[in-house]
Antibody, heavy 127, light 107 residues
Framework: QVELQESGPGLVKPSETLSLTCTVS????????WSWIRQPPGKGLEWIGY???????DYNPSLKSRVTMSLGTSKSQFSLKLSSVTAADTAIYYC?????????????????????WGQGTLVTVSS | DIQMTQSPSSLSASVGDRVTITCRAS??????LNWYQQKPGKAPNLLIY???SLQSGVPSRFSGSGSGTDFTLTISSLQPEDFATYYC??????????FGQGTRLDI
């Protein structure tokens, strides 16, 4: 059973760049789509974006100008960068896996449901 | 963005009760609707995908129904381990995947 694990700094200064990595336990990101989702403490869930196994990306329009996702040099990792962070970016950040699913509205393959998720990592933005 | 509105926001129930949580989309999303359970300090766990399909390993007391704009998650007989927060999520309007605000289910 595949497991996902987020890693990265737990504290980031305002205006700097948040960087996280997700490691996939079975060693392969092939044939799946990989998303980042965040949850401010005590609040709801916000999808940040996804990257495919070939490196195609798509981001939440509300965060698009600050987000970059990339595949790792090993085939078992992918990463998130969020620039110019503020206190509003303080959250638990999760990585999650999706099967490519044909979306009739978008006329292409996209993530649909998320399973499994990593355990999450809390990132606090503070000076 | 498509807005997802869950009701109620919180709910008190007892072991053995039948519980229904509703999720309404601001526009037609077909069956692009999924349900998750989240327990305190844990990541969300997929329960139902494409509105009605039960994820492998999830107890059969959980069921989903609906299409278009109105969806429901039903727990047929509450068990102690079911007390948690439940979220719906739509993936119709890419790249704007959105979640409902959550429904907290308490004893």
């Amino acid at each position: 059973q595949v497991e996902l694990q987020e890693s990265g700094p737990g504290l980031v200064k305002p205006s700097e760049t948040l960087s996280l990595t997700c490691t996939v336990s079975d060693g392969s990101i092939t044939s799946y789509y990989w998303s980042w989702i965040r949850q401010p403490p005590g609040k709801g869930l916000e999808w940040i974006g996804y990257i495919s196994d070939s490196g195609t990306t798509d981001y939440n329009p509300s965060l698009k100008s600050r987000v970059t996702m990339s595949l790792g040099t090993s085939k078992s990792q992918f990463s998130l960068k969020l620039s110019s962070v503020t206190a509003a970016d303080t959250a638990i950040y999760y990585c999650a896996r999706s099967l490519p699913y044909y979306n009739q509205a978008g006329r292409g393959y996209y993530p649909n449901w998320f399973d499994p998720w990593g355990q999450g990592t809390l990132v606090t933005v503070s000076s | 963005d498509i807005q997802m509105t869950q009701s109620p926001s919180s709910l008190s129930a007892s072991v053995g009760d039948r519980v229904t949580i509703t999720c309404r989309a601001s526009q037609n999303i077909g069956n692009y609707l999924n349900w998750y359970q989240q327990k305190p300090g844990k990541a969300p766990n997929l329960l139902i995908y494409v509105a009605t399909s039960l994820q492998s390993g999830v107890p059969s007391r959980f069921s989903g129904s609906g299409s278009g704009t109105d969806f429901t998650l039903t727990i047929s007989s509450l068990q102690p381990e079911d007390f948690a927060t439940y979220y719906c999520q739509q993936s119709y309007n890419m790249p704007s995947i959105t979640f409902g605000q959550g429904t907290r289910l308490d004893i």
